[in-house]
């Protein structure tokens, strides 16, 4: 059954609430009156949805959303604002509540809000779920040189992937800076041919001269392609710009210590920090980027991980 705990400090608001809760779904329904006594509800029998009161001692909606974001990212929360408490309801839906009702308008529209919200989460549970069953996916992006594109680009494969594997928060933030370096070394060094060495006398010449490339011929008009091919194992993100090339070879080496505060090469040691292979094509002008599949804590701990048994 479906269960919904509502928290106010106020016993009249909190009943009311829950009666109309009751009375319009078949939904078990949970009261707290403070924000401390939810999350001790919320540890011992995590509810399907939370309805909270923005305005109350202690610990007041906002804060109570803060600290069960971080214990339970998912969870849908709903706000109920009275007058006077619109800013700390802006500012919880900036920071991840899943929607509002005021409380002058809990008859005609809580049940209804909550039941959009409820299922809006389970479709994108199941999405989710759908989305670590994908065994093969191959897709060929062809972008202008525009870092908008680039980034956006960036965020879709980190999407992606998090959806497919269910990637942790750390491994998706490293996951990011890899593919961010490969897209800006295409769109940098690649497609506009502006050398990292120029940061070493002028950090301000390097920006100015790719943005005045971006008009000029060749480089302005000039593509990077990117291909992403993902199965049950592993993904291959390929990111290949129409540049002349380079040879990886003559990069100083990032881990020598002499060379840490260089510009040159730290995209590379990032991109092999963080992925399990990296390797370029023989012009130099395309880089594959390899990233397996991470074991299941679950699978780790039983003793499963061997074979294919953790795909």
């Known amino acids: 059954m479906t269960t919904v705990l509502v928290v106010d400090d106020s016993p009249i608001d909190r009943r009311l609430a829950g009666g109309i809760l009751e009375k319009d779904s078949v939904w078990e329904i949970l009261y707290a009156g403070d924000a401390e006594d939810a999350l001790d ?7 399907d949805l939370i309805i909270t009161d923005m305005q109350m001692p202690e610990m007041n909606g906002l804060e109570l959303l803060t600290a069960v974001r971080r214990e339970y990212p998912a969870m849908p929360i709903i706000l109920m604002t009275a007058k006077g408490s619109e800013e700390l309801a802006s500012e919880a839906l900036r920071v991840g509540a899943n929607s509002y009702v005021p409380k002058r308008s809990l008859a005609t529209d809580l049940v209804e809000i909550s039941r959009r919200v409820l299922a809006a989460t389970r479709d994108e549970q199941s999405l989710s779920q759908l989305m670590r069953r994908l065994t093969t996916r191959h897709e060929v992006f062809t972008l202008e040189t525009d870092l908008d594109l680039l980034m956006s680009m960036c965020r879709y494969l980190q999407q992606v992937l998090t959806e497919s594997w269910g990637l942790e928060k750390i491994e998706r933030l490293r996951l990011g800076t890899a593919l961010e370096e490969a897209l800006l070394n295409a769109y940098y060094h690649g497609n506009l041919e502006v050398s990292s060495a120029l940061k070493l006398t002028n950090h301000h010449d390097f920006y100015a001269m790719a943005n005045a490339r971006l008009t000029q011929e060749p ?14 194992r592993q993904a291959l993100i390929t990111v290949e710009d129409e540049g002349p090339g380079f040879n990886p070879q003559t990069l100083p080496d990032p881990t020598n210590t002499e060379n840490l505060d260089l510009p040159c090469g730290r995209g590379v040691m990032l991109m092999r920090a ?10 130099g002008n395309a880089v594959t980027l390899v990233k397996r599949r991470p074991l299941r804590r679950s699978s780790v701990k039983s003793g499963a991980a061997t074979g294919s048994g953790p795909y």
């Open 219 to 232: 480089y302005g008009n000039r593509r990077i392609t990117v291909k992403f091919s993902l199965d049950d």
């Open 274 to 283: 963080f992925m399990d292979d990296v390797a370029y094509n023989d012009a």
């Open 41 to 47: 509800a919320v540890r011992r029998q995590p509810p």
